[in-house]
T-cell receptor
Framework: DTEVTQTPKHLVMGMTNKKSLKCEQHMGHRAMYWYKQKAKKPPELMFVYSYEKLSINESVPSRFSPECPNSSLLNLHLHALQPEDSALYLC???????????????FGSGTRLTVV | AQSVTQLDSQVPVFEEAPVELRCNYSSSVSVYLFWYVQYPNQGLQLLLKYLSGSTLVKGINGFEAEFNKSQTSFHLRKPSVHISDTAEYFCAVSGDTGRRALTFGSGTRLQVQP
């Protein structure tokens, strides 16, 4: 299995809703990421998990709450979002080698989120 | 901190013509460089990567890139493009600072015309 699977593919939610995005990989990767991509822009890093622990939070508002319950699963919990949070949310994973950097990132196809 | 600059936001080219997409990076440490492609409404797919060794890197779909340390560049090339190569191309850098994440350039839209 060489894929990162994201569900759902599309999500429309109201500003008062609570929803979650799910990301799953079975490649044995120990680093997982959330990126946000606005239209016609590059992906922007939100969170990094390394060995199931949050290692980077790029000053993301608290209405986005990540969770890594195990080495294969990464969630992004959404609450009280704003219309400007509408974007493509990409999950990625990579190997983590001690003392070395990653050798490539595998991206999921993303969840297209619309906040109304 | 590291960064990448993609000088061209759009590159129109005719089918079967060669193409070069430019990427320049800045970093105070060793870098690892990547090119990703994003087709409409899809995630990112790795085209190729430079970690060390040979400066000419070959990737998928006939693409290649050359790492030039003196010019801090990592340009992407293909000798003959197809309509199916129409997509957004992102150059990305990951520096050897323990920051296990990518920094992307602004992207180049490759538009292949018949």
């Amino acid at each position: 299995d060489t894929e990162v699977t994201q569900t759902p593919k599309h999500l429309v939610m109201g500003m008062t809703n609570k929803k979650s995005l799910k990301c799953e990989q079975h490649m044995g990767h120990r680093a997982m990421y959330w990126y946000k991509q606005k239209a016609k822009k590059p992906p922007e890093l939100m969170f990094v998990y390394s060995y199931e622990k949050l290692s980077i939070n790029e000053s993301v508002p608290s209405r986005f709450s990540p969770e890594c319950p195990n080495s294969s699963l990464l969630n992004l919990h959404l609450h009280a979002l704003q219309p400007e949070d509408s974007a493509l949310y990409l999950c990625a994973s990579s190997q983590v080698a001690a003392g070395a950097l990653l050798y490539g990132y595998t991206f999921g196809s993303g969840t297209r989120l619309t906040v109304v | 901190a590291q960064s990448v600059t993609q000088l061209d936001s759009q590159v129109p080219v005719f089918e079967e013509a060669p193409v070069e997409l430019r990427c320049n990076y800045s970093s105070s440490v060793s870098v690892y460089l990547f090119w990703y492609v994003q087709y409409p409404n899809q995630g990112l797919q790795l085209l190729l990567k430079y970690l060390s060794g040979s400066t000419l890197v070959k990737g998928i779909n006939g693409f290649e890139a050359e790492f030039n340390k003196s010019q801090t560049s990592f340009h992407l090339r293909k000798p003959s493009v197809h309509i199916s190569d129409t997509a957004e191309y992102f150059c990305a850098v990951s520096g050897d600072t323990g920051r296990r994440a990518l920094t992307f350039g602004s992207g180049t839209r490759l538009q292949v015309q018949p």
